[in-house]
Each structure stands twice: as C-alpha cells, then as structure tokens.
C-alpha cells in the first residue's frame, strides 16, 4: 500500500519552544493531508486538513496560532506546534488520502510522540 | 458526529471469534476500519462504500448497512496477532474522517 512517513518519530522539547512535525507521502501526491492528535488509551481526534496551496482547515476547538500548518508542496505538509507546553505532549499522527487508489484510501504516518518538558 | 464503537473492549481466547459494531446518527459516505498497536500508529484494514457492501480481509471481514448507518467488523478464528485497538472512521461526505472511541481486543493463548 501507500507510504505516508513522519519526521521526527519522538521529540522531546522544553517548554515555551516551536517544534516541527514534518508529513510526507512518499509515493503518490496528497493534494489533502490530515493532522490528527491521541492522548494515550484515547481515539484520534482529528486537528486539521491540510490543503495544498491554501489555508488549512481546523476543527473546533484547535487553536490555529498554536498549531501551524503548513503544505508547501504535493508530498509535503508540516504542523508546528508554537510555544509548547506540558499538555501539548500528546501522540501526534498525519494521514494522507492516496487519489490513485480505487477507494480513496487514507494513510497514516506511524506518528510522532511530543513530549515537552 | 463522533461514531459509537461498542463493546469498548473485548477479551477472547485463540481462535474465538468476535464482532465489533460502529454505528453514527448521521448518513455514511463510506466507513474505513483500522488497527492500533500499542505504541504505532493505525493500520488500515478496509474501507466500506455506501451501496451496503460487505468486504473481506483474510480472516477479518466487514460489513456497511447504509440504510441503519452501522457497519461490523467480523474477525473470525482470532489469532495472538489481531490484539490491539479497533477504530472505526465515519465519512459523512466532507472529506474528513471521525473516529470512534475504539474497541480493544486482547487474544489469550
């Protein structure tokens, strides 16, 4: 199937700094990404969609100044998370929704762990 | 909008088998069902389209009735290597995916 990578797998960051979270699918192009965030034992809940060349889109609730993102390009969306804080720590985990496949099928990225100190 | 997963766990021996049911108070697009390993990120199994369609995975199979907008996942002679979280995804038509709380299966020897 599809690739969707993640960059970096575990970050560790003191509070009150930027970290960047790098998505990329490696073999087909996403024209759309999705950011989704999981608290350990909990379900993924979705942050954002990433739009090629436009603004992303956010659900309820997420703050757009504390969570950046940013898709430069068709394999590439990035989310920063600004000035970081302890509840910030979280599992972190992009997908990508592969066009070439007959069903639309969405990949995830295998995740990264922030944890902010 | 978030989909209702039940049971919320599930504890079976080898070669047992086990449904796990994803039901959602709004009209389906499509269900996608995916895996969780403690630690990774979610594994895709299968995605169901409306038209009620019902899918097979080896031993995991699926099924989608649009019209109760419900969808099962059947996993058939369970093996040590199907223990983990199952989420379901809804798609109601927006292009995004929501996810249930997840059901999580652990297989004893």
Same mark, same amino acid.
């Given at each position: /199937? ?5 960059? =970096?797998?575990?970050?560790? @960051? +003191? ?7 790098? @998505? ?36 309820? /609730?997420?703050? +757009? ?33 592969? =066009? ?18 | ?20 049911? @994803? ?27 409306? /038209? ?11 099924? *989608?009735?649009? +019209? ?15 223990? /983990? ?13 929501? *996810? ?8 004893? =020897?």
């Amino acid at each position: /199937g599809a690739v969707v990578s993640q960059h =970096p797998s575990r970050v560790i @960051c +003191k509070s009150g700094t930027s970290v960047k979270i790098e @998505c990329r699918s490696l073999d087909f192009q996403a024209t759309t990404m999705f950011w989704y965030r999981q608290f350990p034992k909990k379900s993924l809940m979705l942050m954002a969609t990433s739009n090629e060349g436009s603004k992303a889109t956010y659900e309820q /609730g997420v703050e +757009k100044d504390k969570f950046l993102i940013n898709h430069a390009s068709l394999t590439l969306s990035t989310l920063t998370v600004t000035s970081a804080h302890p509840e910030d720590s979280s599992f972190y985990i992009c997908s990508a929704r592969d =066009p070439g496949s007959r069903t639309d099928t969405q990949y995830f990225g295998p995740g990264t762990r922030l944890t902010v100190l | 909008q978030q989909p209702v997963q039940s049971p919320q766990a599930v504890i079976l021996r080898e070669g047992e088998d086990a449904v796990i049911n @994803c039901s959602s108070s709004k009209a389906l697009y499509s269900v996608h069902w995916y895996r969780q390993k403690h630690g990774e990120a979610p594994v895709f199994l299968m995605i169901l389209l409306k /038209g009620g369609e019902q899918k097979g995975h080896e031993k995991i199979s699926a099924s *989608f009735n649009e +019209k109760k907008q419900q969808s099962s996942l059947y996993l058939t002679a369970s093996q040590l290597s199907y223990s /983990g979280t199952y989420f379901c995804g809804t798609e109601s038509g927006s292009d995004k995916i929501i *996810f249930g709380k997840g059901t999580r299966l652990h297989i004893l =020897p």
